[in-house]
């Protein structure tokens, strides 16, 4: 949880500073500064007291830093290391202090680059306006269409694999970026990318991997800072601005090629284009939507599907009852589906176990406390405060999930399991809640359940550690998966 108080010191300070900056300029302007620094200094030290010692959140356990400022959040939010550092805070809290910094522009949007979208709009009626409007996107019907195009590149991602095996080890993490992307690129913008067929990560996809994910990072780093939107060119390294740019312009050029374009089937744009004169969607809006929706959608089921591998490698025992179980039901890979596929609990119960141990947004999603304040696990949490579940941590907390770092799909079965199994909500709860989550579980059983059919994998380092080796930026920046792959004889 996070909530802060400092927009009354910042205004404060800003009186103070100016009606004396021009005395700066004065032969004495040696003592004016020293006594503009005193008392911006005893200001910063009195405000800092009253917020630990008699805000409302006071009893909210943190660090110092946080309490006072959101720097601390800003420089965790970039360093690529929130996952712990937040998990390391949640097993030592602190009494006494609060950990609530305000966050306001999480979701930061303006009219152009940053224009709103299904994931950042925060206002109540215009995010129910577009949910309503994107939910045929996502209804049973469109699902099964969607199932089509998954099976279709999934059955590519196979046969990448067995050709580019006979080369030597391989990079899967790379192989399943590529297919997911394939299908969201398809869906979103009527566009597949060519790295399944060229085995080599499209330009479009290296942008987005590199620096999309790392300039949304910034972007929530530096809107919670008071100020720093003013100088953000300046903050930006300049390769990570530049890539979202450039992907930006581009994708405004894909989706208006797409509108142009006559298409059949009836993909996730094509609602959006439906309702475009309706409700006044701008160029700048189709665009957005279609990023949000191949951005953080590709990249979150390829996640799963890559820690899956990673896991099921480190843990042969559960490997080799998923081989046993995949391996008995289908005589064929053309026999499997997501609905085939359903049946098989243990293969449900990996899945179940991927997403806890390595949850695809792993960070916490913030959201504000409603007029009049509201209570949180017991505590009254005062109006506009950011309240949020950090994921990675509570689906490593030992009081939820005996041994968290452990991968046993098993607890997901047994029936007299004591693990917090509510504590895994990868795609969240509520209104807010993951609107992919049907396509994203039919893609994984799809994808995951033809992987181990087909082949056999080991990890090619013994040493190798994926969980040391991540890094967070909203998103992972995963390590590369070196596998080598055995295809077996069928
Ligand atoms: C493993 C895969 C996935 C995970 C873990 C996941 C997780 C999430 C989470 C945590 C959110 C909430 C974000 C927030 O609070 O800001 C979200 C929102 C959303 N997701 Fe997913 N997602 C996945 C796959 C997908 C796929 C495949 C699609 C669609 C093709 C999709 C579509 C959406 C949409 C449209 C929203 C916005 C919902 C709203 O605000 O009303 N997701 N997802």
């Known amino acids: 949880m996070f909530g802060d108080d400092i927009k009354a010191k910042m205004s404060v300070s800003s009186i103070i500073y100016g009606p004396v900056r ?103 009626v215009e995010h129910a306006q577009i949910r309503k409007m994107m939910s045929h996107a996502f209804s049973q019907k469109a699902l099964f269409e969607q199932e089509d195009i998954v099976i279709h590149y999934a059955d590519m991602l196979m046969t990448a694999i067995l050709d580019e095996s006979r080369e030597g080890l391989i990079d899967l993490e790379m192989f399943y970026n590529w297919t997911t992307f394939h299908v969201l690129g398809e869906l979103a913008s009527g566009e597949p990318f060519g790295s399944l067929e060229a085995r080599k990560t499209d330009n479009w996809i290296t942008i987005i991997l590199m620096m999309m994910i790392k300039w949304n990072a910034y972007d929530f780093a530096i809107h919670k800072l008071p100020f720093l939107p003013r100088i953000q060119s300046w903050l930006v390294p300049k390769d990570i601005a530049e890539g979202a740019e450039i992907h930006i312009m581009q994708s405004k050029r894909k989706i208006l090629e797409r509108m142009n374009r006559p298409n059949d089937r009836l993909d996730f744009v094509s609602y959006i284009f439906k309702k475009r004169e309706e409700i006044g969607i701008t160029d700048w809006e189709m665009t957005a939507h279609a990023n949000a929706l191949v951005i953080a959608r590709s990249e ?157 994998f080991k990890l090619d380092d013994d040493d ?27």
Not at 435 to 455: D, P, S, T, Y
């Open 22 to 124: 021009p005395l700066l300029y004065e032969p004495t302007s040696g003592k004016a500064a020293i006594l503009v620094f005193t008392a911006c200094l005893l200001f910063f030290i009195g405000q800092s007291l009253r917020i630990v010692c008699f805000h409302p959140l006071a009893r909210f356990p943190g660090p110092p830093l946080a309490i006072v400022s959101n720097l601390f959040y800003s420089g965790t939010v970039i360093s690529g290391h929130s996952h712990t550092t937040i998990k390391k805070l949640r097993d030592n809290p602190r009494k006494g202090t609060n950990i609530f910094v305000k966050n306001p522009h999480f979701y930061p949007t303006d009219g152009t680059i940053r224009a709103k979208h299904i994931v950042n709009t925060s206002d109540p």
């Open 464 to 490: 190798f550690d994926w969980d040391r080796d991540s890094r967070t930026f909203v998103l992972w920046e995963k390590p590369p998966l070196m596998t080598r792959v055995t295809p077996r004889a069928v």
């Open 300 to 456: 979150t089921t390829a996640t799963v599907v890559s820690g899956l591998t990673y896991w099921l490698c480190r843990t042969p025992r559960a490997y080799e009852k998923l081989k046993r179980d995949v391996r008995c039901t289908f005589t064929s890979s053309t026999e499997i589906t997501s609905r085939s596929a359903m049946p098989l609990t243990y293969l449900t119960a990996c899945i179940d176990e991927a997403f806890r141990i390595y949850p695809p947004i792993s960070i916490a999603m913030p959201r504000k406390a409603p007029a009049g304040g509201e209570t949180v696990a017991g505590y009254f949490v005062p109006e506009g405060t950011t309240v949020a579940v950090h994921m990675w941590s509570t689906t490593h907390n030992p009081k939820n999930f005996k041994d968290p770092y452990e991968y046993r799909p098993e607890r997901w079965m047994e029936p007299n399991n004591t693990d917090n199994l509510d504590a895994s909500k990868p795609f969240l709860l509520g209104p807010r809640a993951c609107m992919g989550q049907n396509m994203a579980w039919m893609e994984l059983r799809i994808l995951i359940a033809k992987l181990v059919f087909l082949f056999d």
